[in-house]
């Protein structure tokens, strides 16, 4: 039996919670109650501690650049109702949904962790990209600064870190990133998906303003860190038409390189984009829900090896087209700098001590 349609949440990307393929049980609203029963009364987030053994993930998708990465916070505030790690919490027990956005992991032991790594003998220097699943300068990051202490562990032995986020928050930090920069171990990239702030509102309900975002290219250029944008994912019959703006607005703010996606829609992540599109842009809705399968062999969902981000017919390869006219227009000459893995030290700054 269809479920009543509750009001619509602000603030939120997901408009609900998905059941948990995990999970025999899961709550469904009494069929007999008034479909305003519920206020719809602002979701508090709850944190809750994780303690790993092992902290760093070997990406083995062939497809993916980097080979090591770190997610300190599991869920994410930002809320982005696109996110393709919204699945990866079912694993937790919770909902890809608004779970997602509201009940967040916190990886205490991180930096201790990472440290640990350092000091093995087995540890060859390599870049680790913070993020990758969800943002490390999410709005717990403000409270647990867990992302600025294990960035402080990458200076103590010069291992090289890449980084990719949305939020501004990532300058407070830049008196560490510019020492990083100093020594060729740090990329940046700020994901720019939408100048249309309206847009951005619903979309990406707790990330910070385009503006804000360029804004972070720009402080971060001026003090010496390299930094690309990435314009992703690219939602076809709704954000599509933007990309040579995204592109050039970032370039001018001093952006070196730009890469993308196109949106995919995995697991819940269908079920959770296709509620909130209806109810964001009815209009709209069916094209773009039909562009986004016509990008994936009919499906919304898309798994396999190399098409699975980019993805395959006219309107992937027009968005390839217009994404690299723009990239040759308006980055031409630019690129990120080599990471100097010759700078990592297991014994961290105490060898200066001798």
Known sequence: ???????????????????????????????????????????????????????????????????????????????????????????????????????????????????????????????????????????????????????????????????????????????????????SLVHVYITLTTLNEDLRRMMEPRTVTARQRLNVIRQLTEAGVPTGVMTAPIIPGLTDHEIPQLIETAAEAGALDAGYTVVRLNGAVAELFEDWIWKTFPERAEKVLNQIKACHGGQLNDSRWGLRMIGEGPIAEYIRGLHTVARKKYLRGRGFPRYDLSQFRREGLQMKLF
Request: proline share 8%; net charge neutral.
């Open 1 to 183: 039996m269809d479920q009543p349609e509750l009001p619509y949440r602000k603030g939120r990307g997901a408009q609900k919670n998905t059941a948990n393929p995990n999970q025999t049980l899961h709550y469904e609203p009494d069929e007999g109650m008034d479909p305003g029963y519920e206020e719809m009364p602002a979701l508090q987030t709850k944190f809750y501690t994780e303690t790993p053994v092992k902290i760093i993930s070997k990406v083995r998708s062939p497809d993916v650049p980097m080979m090591k990465s770190i997610n300190p916070y599991q869920g994410c505030e930002h809320g982005c109702i696109y996110c393709y790690a919204r699945n990866s919490h079912e694993f937790w027990g919770f909902s890809a949904g608004l779970d997602f956005e509201s009940k967040i992991m916190v990886k205490k032991n991180a930096p201790q962790l990472l440290e640990k790594e350092f000091l093995s003998p087995k540890w060859l220097p390599a870049s680790i990209a913070l993020s990758g699943n969800t943002d490390c300068y999410q709005p717990a990051e403000r409270r647990f600064e867990l992302t600025r202490r294990m960035l402080e562990v990458c200076l103590k032995y010069r291992n090289p870190v890449a980084i990719i986020t949305k939020n501004a928050l990532i300058l407070r930090d830049i008196d560490l990133l510019t020492e990083l920069a100093r020594l």
